[in-house]
């Protein structure tokens, strides 16, 4: 399980926006075909769920992203014009 996590590092550190972006509308994807398979009694209590997820998931995702945006335009300079 270590090894993995390793490649995983790996990956990520080749990777760029545009293939996170990627790997976003594969899973977007495989959502919706997994959820196409539900059946209409059960669908209620999965979209409660899968909103639980997504806010848990969400929030974080978004924290750390407007931290990098803030420390990152100061310490890049990018409050500067050029």
């Keep these: 399980m270590k090894q993995l996590f390793k490649y995983a590092?790996?990956?990520i550190q080749r990777s760029t926006w545009k293939d996170f972006?990627?790997?976003k509308f594969c899973l977007f994807a495989?959502?919706?075909m997994a959820g196409m398979q539900i059946p209409q009694k059960n669908r209620k209590p999965v979209r409660i769920f899968a909103a639980i997820v997504f806010t848990v998931t969400?929030?974080?995702l978004m924290s750390k992203f407007l931290s990098?945006?803030?420390e990152g335009d100061t310490?890049?300079?990018l409050d500067s014009p050029a």
């Design 9 to 11: 590092d790996k990956y």
């Design 68 to 70: 990098v945006i803030l």
């Design 21 to 23: 972006a990627l790997l």
């Design 75 to 77: 310490a890049d300079g």
């Design 30 to 32: 495989i959502g919706v």
């Design 58 to 60: 969400y929030i974080p």
